[in-house]
């Protein structure tokens, strides 16, 4: 599998809603870290308790893919959260075709002025 298509895979999960599928997409050793939140999940237990929280907050929501680079194992995703048009950017690595680290940066609201 090709990196392109393990990110592919990964936001298509996502998008379909299917918890099992984004699971799949995981490396067994993963981090995912929602950064503005401070949460953050290691290992599959908790990115299964993690994944199941954030579908369940935002029940079919889906992401619309902006840019991606991907140089190596390092990539980045810019993506539109639909239907309420969240900006925000997934930077992370891969590890065997899957996806190690996932770190979300979104728009958390206005800057202090």
């Given amino acids: 599998m090709t990196e392109t298509t393990a990110i592919e895979r990964y936001f298509a999960a996502w998008n379909a809603g299917d ?4 699971m799949a997409a995981l490396d067994t050793d993963v981090v995912l870290e929602d950064v503005p ?23 079919g929501a889906s992401y ?28 992370g690595s891969l590890r065997g075709g899957r996806i190690g680290t996932n770190r979300d940066y979104w728009n958390a609201g206005p800057a202090p002025a």
């Fill in 37 to 59: 939140s401070g949460h953050v999940a290691r290992g599959p237990r908790e990115a299964r308790a993690f994944v199941a929280g954030a579908l369940e907050k935002a029940p």
């Fill in 64 to 91: 619309d893919v902006v840019s991606s680079h991907i140089s190596g194992d390092a990539f980045v995703v810019e993506w539109i959260m639909q239907p309420i048009g969240l900006r925000g950017a997934s930077v």
């Fill in 19 to 22: 918890a099992d599928a984004i």
